[in-house]
């Protein structure tokens, strides 16, 4: 970690000491070109915020450094004030975020319920002995989490095809079941990478409401990476754009929408 | 079901002998290939090196029992641990690769293994190229069998256990977490799961079930000696695999009796071409069983519960149907609805 930027870190992180994630000046380089160059922003506890941004512009390479799949050349990012740069890909979850993904990552050939139940892996504890043998304090948690999963399977409507394989699902299915496993974890911070893609009007519209949905109802904050504008500023309290790496603006959704370095971003300059 | 075990476990004392013996050595490759199945089928990784944990945990087996004079069923657990410990630790560089590649790194360690039982510096233990030759266990507590009925029920327990253990395994987190990795594994680390850590234990585990196969395979024969372990072995249970479903537990029971029997079936028909009647018969079984005798199995089970109950299934399609057609985040209104 450079120590220069790990100094410039730390002071705005201890002022805002309510932020549930701090993104302090994270910058990351693929080859020579700077896919992030120096972002930084708050997401407080509870709060709906939407990254936009043109294709290109680090929506997902942001996420990817949450997920801890790309490690930052520079700058630090705080969970509730601890940075989650030295923790294990597969220890983010344990920390509280849980994600969505762009493209959709589902294990295929299990059931619906399983996928969940993979959701859930940190929330329940074993091991290949305990397992193979079964015993009954093994079971008896895995009841548990198997409860918890078709809890969430009925919260998400998916009961009809909760024993179904993942992958003899339409998309639209499958995108619920990818949100379903990632609320399994029970997360603080719940990351969703362009949740409405593919999805026609009418599904959009209700998927904005879902999200604010779950917002309200578990307790989690959540990170919204959209392509879809309207979607994106009818639910979020918080709007941050990024251009080629860059944060050109943070703010409400309405005074995202008039400034006038987005709409040079989206629209391109008169030049 | 019951049918199936009351048959298998009244059968040595219909048949006999050499049959007998058969019979026993079908069950053994199955164990074989149920570990094979527990890091293929279910976990992705792939082997064509499983000749090797089967040769050690053999050798395990007579080296005990001919240098140390340990009772013949202490070898099975020090066989099943032996191999254990050698495929966690070949599990580990084997992280770094992937399909294509970890078959190669398998198949080197199928081809140098006969080789290194046969050299000399380990030849005081493994008896070089003659092998180790071991004393056919007998009935214990004064049970009247012979010894060939006893050890058919001995690895019949034994792969009872191993089975049992292999399906709770598989029902169970930790299954979730291997089947998991195999269909996405940046997903299984996003979830939470130890990838790294997963697909060792899991090389391990599949390492212990070929090995403690392996020591049955040397009690049942009596013999071991390098050539009986060489690349032809791991081949086998390799199709075994395949015949009986890549993924499929009951699978791997007809897995052993194929490569056991039909070999044997392709010689009654023709001495001179066994091999060619051997792959002959191997294309039909393939080509008829794309998906193996598990896949076989449930789409007749799956044909049978549809044409039974027709109308039930035509309800359940055009319920999916609406489902699809409708949005598919629709839920969100029934989510407002649970909220109030």
New interface residues.
Partial sequence: MNAVAYATAAAPSASAAQALLAVRDVRVRFGGIAALDGVSFDVKSGELLGLIGPNGAGKTTLFNCLSRLYAPVAGDILIEGRSILEIPPHRIVDIGISRTFQNLALFGSMSVLDNIRVGAHRRSRSNFLTDAVGLPGTRRRDAALTGAAWELVDYLDLRDVAMRAVSDLPFGLQKRVELARALAARPKLLLLDEPAGGLNHEEVDNLGRLIRTIRDERNVTVLLVEHHMNLVMSICDKVVVLDFGRKIAEGTPAQVRADRDVIAAYLGTAE | MIAGVALALLLPLAIKGFFLFQLTLALIYAVAILGLNLLTGFNGQFSLGHSAFYAIGAYTAAILMDQADVAYYWTLPAAGAACFIVGFLFGLPALRLEGLYLALATFALAIATPQLLKSTPLEPWTGGVQGIVILKPEAPLGLPLNSDQWLYYFTMLTAALMYA??V??MK??????I??I???P??????????ALYKS?TFG?SALYTGVAGALGALTVQFVAPDSFTFNLAIALFVGLVIGGV?SIPGTLLGGLFILFVPNIAEELSKGLAQAVYGFILIAVIYLMPSGAAGLIRLIVGRTARSRSQPVHFE?AS??AR??RE??????????E??K
Avoid: K
């Fill in positions: 253990g292999a709770n395994l169970s987190r930790t299954g979730r977490a089947m998991a195999r269909d996405n940046i997903a299984a680390s996003a979830m939470g799961v130890n990838v234990l585990v993924g359940t319920r999916s489902l699809t949005t598919p985040m629709s839920s969100s209104t029934s989510g407002d649970n909220a």
